[in-house]
Protein backbone atom coordinates (compact mmCIF):
# COMPACT_ATOMS: atom_id res chain seq x y z
CA UNK A 1 0.00 0.00 0.00
CA UNK A 2 1.10 3.56 -1.02
CA UNK A 3 1.81 5.61 2.08
CA UNK A 4 2.24 9.77 1.82
CA UNK A 5 4.34 11.54 4.96
CA UNK A 6 4.45 15.13 5.19
CA UNK A 7 7.32 16.90 7.68
CA UNK A 8 7.01 19.00 9.79
CA UNK A 9 3.61 18.43 11.19
CA UNK A 10 3.36 22.05 12.22
CA UNK A 11 5.91 25.25 12.41
CA UNK A 12 5.61 28.18 13.79
CA UNK A 13 8.38 31.11 11.86
CA UNK A 14 9.20 34.09 12.12
CA UNK A 15 8.73 36.62 9.50
CA UNK A 16 11.85 37.15 6.64
CA UNK A 17 13.20 33.59 7.92
CA UNK A 18 13.82 30.60 5.72
CA UNK A 19 11.05 27.30 5.65
CA UNK A 20 11.60 23.77 4.08
CA UNK A 21 8.68 21.57 3.96
CA UNK A 22 8.82 18.37 2.92
CA UNK A 23 6.92 15.36 1.65
CA UNK A 24 8.14 11.39 1.13
CA UNK A 25 5.47 8.90 -0.97
CA UNK A 26 5.85 4.94 -0.28
CA UNK A 27 5.33 2.10 -2.44
CA UNK A 28 4.76 3.97 -5.37
CA UNK A 29 7.31 4.83 -8.17
CA UNK A 30 7.02 7.88 -10.56
CA UNK A 31 4.20 9.00 -8.91
CA UNK A 32 2.52 12.54 -9.83
CA UNK A 33 3.33 14.79 -6.86
CA UNK A 34 1.48 18.16 -5.96
CA UNK A 35 2.11 20.97 -3.51
CA UNK A 36 -1.47 22.69 -2.54
CA UNK A 37 -1.95 25.94 -0.33
CA UNK A 38 -4.95 26.68 2.16
CA UNK A 39 -5.83 29.65 4.11
CA UNK A 40 -7.65 29.07 7.40
CA UNK A 41 -11.29 28.04 6.39
CA UNK A 42 -10.53 28.64 2.18
CA UNK A 43 -10.09 26.53 -0.33
CA UNK A 44 -7.22 24.51 -1.99
CA UNK A 45 -4.73 26.04 -4.26
CA UNK A 46 -2.51 24.49 -6.19
CA UNK A 47 1.06 25.64 -5.90
CA UNK A 48 3.08 23.05 -7.67
CA UNK A 49 3.25 19.76 -9.91
CA UNK A 50 5.69 17.36 -10.70
CA UNK A 51 5.76 14.23 -12.67
CA UNK A 52 8.96 13.05 -12.77
CA UNK A 53 12.24 14.17 -10.80
CA UNK A 54 13.92 16.94 -11.00
CA UNK A 55 10.99 18.67 -13.04
CA UNK A 56 8.63 20.50 -11.18
CA UNK A 57 5.92 23.39 -12.88
CA UNK A 58 4.51 26.10 -11.00
CA UNK A 59 0.97 26.98 -11.21
CA UNK A 60 0.96 29.80 -8.10
CA UNK A 61 4.45 30.96 -7.07
CA UNK A 62 3.67 32.66 -3.52
CA UNK A 63 7.39 33.66 -3.70
CA UNK A 64 7.86 29.67 -2.84
CA UNK A 65 9.84 27.24 -4.78
CA UNK A 66 9.31 23.26 -5.01
CA UNK A 67 12.10 20.95 -5.75
CA UNK A 68 11.86 16.96 -6.29
CA UNK A 69 15.42 15.66 -5.75
CA UNK A 70 14.27 12.03 -5.40
CA UNK A 71 11.35 9.96 -7.46
CA UNK A 72 9.76 9.72 -4.06
CA UNK A 73 10.60 13.25 -2.40
CA UNK A 74 8.41 17.10 -2.61
CA UNK A 75 10.04 19.87 -1.11
CA UNK A 76 8.67 22.45 -0.91
CA UNK A 77 10.48 26.04 0.44
CA UNK A 78 11.62 29.56 0.76
CA UNK A 79 14.46 32.10 1.13
CA UNK A 80 12.16 34.13 3.15
CA UNK A 81 8.86 33.95 4.94
CA UNK A 82 5.84 36.21 4.55
CA UNK A 83 2.69 36.52 6.66
CA UNK A 84 0.86 36.04 4.00
CA UNK A 85 2.14 32.23 3.37
CA UNK A 86 0.66 31.57 6.78
CA UNK A 87 -1.62 28.39 6.37
CA UNK A 88 -2.16 24.44 5.91
CA UNK A 89 0.43 22.96 3.55
CA UNK A 90 -0.57 19.75 1.43
CA UNK A 91 1.12 17.34 -0.64
CA UNK A 92 -0.47 15.04 -2.64
CA UNK A 93 0.01 12.33 -4.96
CA UNK A 94 -1.49 10.52 -8.43
CA UNK A 95 -0.76 7.26 -9.91
CA UNK A 96 -1.07 9.47 -13.27
CA UNK A 97 -3.30 9.84 -15.80
CA UNK A 98 -7.11 10.00 -14.88
CA UNK A 99 -5.83 9.22 -11.35
CA UNK A 100 -7.16 11.95 -8.41
CA UNK A 101 -4.89 13.36 -6.24
CA UNK A 102 -4.75 11.95 -2.86
CA UNK A 103 -3.35 13.66 0.06
CA UNK A 104 -0.92 13.88 2.93
CA UNK A 105 -2.07 14.99 6.46
CA UNK A 106 -0.64 18.58 6.10
CA UNK A 107 1.82 20.83 7.69
CA UNK A 108 0.46 23.80 9.60
CA UNK A 109 2.34 26.38 9.47
CA UNK A 110 2.44 30.28 11.34
CA UNK A 111 4.16 32.93 10.70
CA UNK A 112 4.50 35.33 12.87
CA UNK B 1 -10.44 30.07 -18.12
CA UNK B 2 -11.09 26.96 -15.83
CA UNK B 3 -12.97 27.28 -12.74
CA UNK B 4 -15.45 25.15 -10.26
CA UNK B 5 -18.30 27.03 -8.71
CA UNK B 6 -19.31 26.10 -5.06
CA UNK B 7 -21.80 28.42 -3.94
CA UNK B 8 -22.80 26.65 -0.74
CA UNK B 9 -20.87 27.77 2.24
CA UNK B 10 -22.54 26.43 5.17
CA UNK B 11 -25.09 23.67 5.19
CA UNK B 12 -27.01 22.68 8.69
CA UNK B 13 -28.69 19.66 8.59
CA UNK B 14 -30.58 17.22 11.02
CA UNK B 15 -29.69 13.82 11.41
CA UNK B 16 -31.56 11.31 8.86
CA UNK B 17 -32.25 14.77 6.36
CA UNK B 18 -31.51 14.59 2.53
CA UNK B 19 -28.23 16.32 1.94
CA UNK B 20 -27.60 17.72 -1.90
CA UNK B 21 -24.85 20.33 -3.08
CA UNK B 22 -24.37 21.22 -6.11
CA UNK B 23 -21.71 22.55 -8.11
CA UNK B 24 -20.54 24.32 -11.82
CA UNK B 25 -17.75 24.16 -13.44
CA UNK B 26 -16.07 26.13 -16.67
CA UNK B 27 -13.65 24.82 -19.28
CA UNK B 28 -13.59 23.24 -22.14
CA UNK B 29 -14.61 20.29 -23.03
CA UNK B 30 -15.81 17.28 -20.46
CA UNK B 31 -13.71 17.08 -17.88
CA UNK B 32 -13.24 14.84 -15.01
CA UNK B 33 -14.79 15.89 -11.40
CA UNK B 34 -14.00 14.67 -8.43
CA UNK B 35 -15.75 15.42 -4.78
CA UNK B 36 -13.36 15.50 -1.13
CA UNK B 37 -14.41 15.65 2.23
CA UNK B 38 -12.23 17.19 4.88
CA UNK B 39 -12.20 16.57 8.42
CA UNK B 40 -11.32 19.30 10.74
CA UNK B 41 -7.24 19.78 11.28
CA UNK B 42 -6.74 16.69 8.35
CA UNK B 43 -5.91 16.50 4.73
CA UNK B 44 -8.89 16.00 2.06
CA UNK B 45 -9.96 12.60 1.27
CA UNK B 46 -11.03 11.75 -1.63
CA UNK B 47 -14.34 11.02 -1.67
CA UNK B 48 -15.94 10.01 -5.51
CA UNK B 49 -14.59 10.44 -9.02
CA UNK B 50 -16.75 10.84 -11.70
CA UNK B 51 -15.76 11.01 -15.60
CA UNK B 52 -17.59 11.17 -18.78
CA UNK B 53 -17.76 7.52 -19.00
CA UNK B 54 -20.05 6.53 -16.40
CA UNK B 55 -21.99 9.81 -15.21
CA UNK B 56 -21.70 8.79 -11.68
CA UNK B 57 -20.36 7.74 -8.40
CA UNK B 58 -21.01 6.32 -5.25
CA UNK B 59 -19.08 5.56 -2.02
CA UNK B 60 -19.94 5.74 1.79
CA UNK B 61 -23.76 6.27 0.85
CA UNK B 62 -22.79 9.39 -1.08
CA UNK B 63 -23.90 9.67 -4.52
CA UNK B 64 -22.39 12.51 -7.69
CA UNK B 65 -24.36 13.28 -10.27
CA UNK B 66 -22.48 14.99 -13.62
CA UNK B 67 -24.56 16.82 -15.94
CA UNK B 68 -23.02 17.62 -19.21
CA UNK B 69 -25.80 19.79 -20.64
CA UNK B 70 -26.00 22.09 -17.63
CA UNK B 71 -22.09 21.97 -16.67
CA UNK B 72 -22.68 20.73 -13.35
CA UNK B 73 -21.89 18.17 -10.43
CA UNK B 74 -23.92 17.51 -7.63
CA UNK B 75 -23.43 14.98 -4.22
CA UNK B 76 -26.23 13.78 -2.38
CA UNK B 77 -26.56 11.93 0.68
CA UNK B 78 -30.47 10.16 1.71
CA UNK B 79 -29.90 10.39 5.20
CA UNK B 80 -26.63 12.09 6.43
CA UNK B 81 -24.85 10.96 9.90
CA UNK B 82 -23.45 13.46 12.79
CA UNK B 83 -20.23 11.96 11.20
CA UNK B 84 -20.85 13.50 8.06
CA UNK B 85 -19.95 16.73 9.22
CA UNK B 86 -17.27 17.89 7.61
CA UNK B 87 -16.34 20.32 4.81
CA UNK B 88 -17.12 19.56 1.09
CA UNK B 89 -14.78 20.33 -1.93
CA UNK B 90 -16.11 19.66 -5.45
CA UNK B 91 -12.78 19.66 -8.11
CA UNK B 92 -12.56 19.80 -11.69
CA UNK B 93 -8.98 18.19 -13.58
CA UNK B 94 -7.38 19.76 -16.38
CA UNK B 95 -7.35 17.57 -19.62
CA UNK B 96 -3.52 16.27 -18.56
CA UNK B 97 -4.48 16.13 -14.86
CA UNK B 98 -1.60 17.80 -14.16
CA UNK B 99 -4.19 21.45 -12.70
CA UNK B 100 -6.70 20.71 -10.45
CA UNK B 101 -9.32 23.39 -9.38
CA UNK B 102 -11.02 23.19 -6.39
CA UNK B 103 -14.54 24.62 -5.53
CA UNK B 104 -14.72 27.09 -1.64
CA UNK B 105 -15.99 23.88 -0.38
CA UNK B 106 -19.57 23.41 2.05
CA UNK B 107 -18.87 23.17 5.58
CA UNK B 108 -21.68 20.47 6.38
CA UNK B 109 -22.76 20.27 10.52
CA UNK B 110 -25.36 17.50 10.95
CA UNK B 111 -27.36 18.13 14.43
CA UNK B 112 -28.04 15.16 16.11
Known amino acids: AQTIHQWPVAEIKAVGSPLSLGCTIK??????LYWYWQATGGTLQQLFY??????VESVVQLNLSASRPKDDQFILSTEKLLLSHSGFYLC???????????FGEGTRLSVL | GDSVIQMQGQVTLSENDFLFINCTYS??????LFWYVQYSGEGPQLLLQ?????NKGSSRGFEATYDKGTTSFHLQKTSVQEIDSAVYYC???????????FGKGTSLTVIP
Open chain 1, 92 to 102: AWSRGNNQAPL
Open chain 1, 27 to 32: GKSSPN
Open chain 1, 50 to 55: SITVGQ
Open chain 2, 27 to 32: TTGYPT
Open chain 2, 50 to 54: VTTAN
Open chain 2, 91 to 101: AMSDPGYQNFY
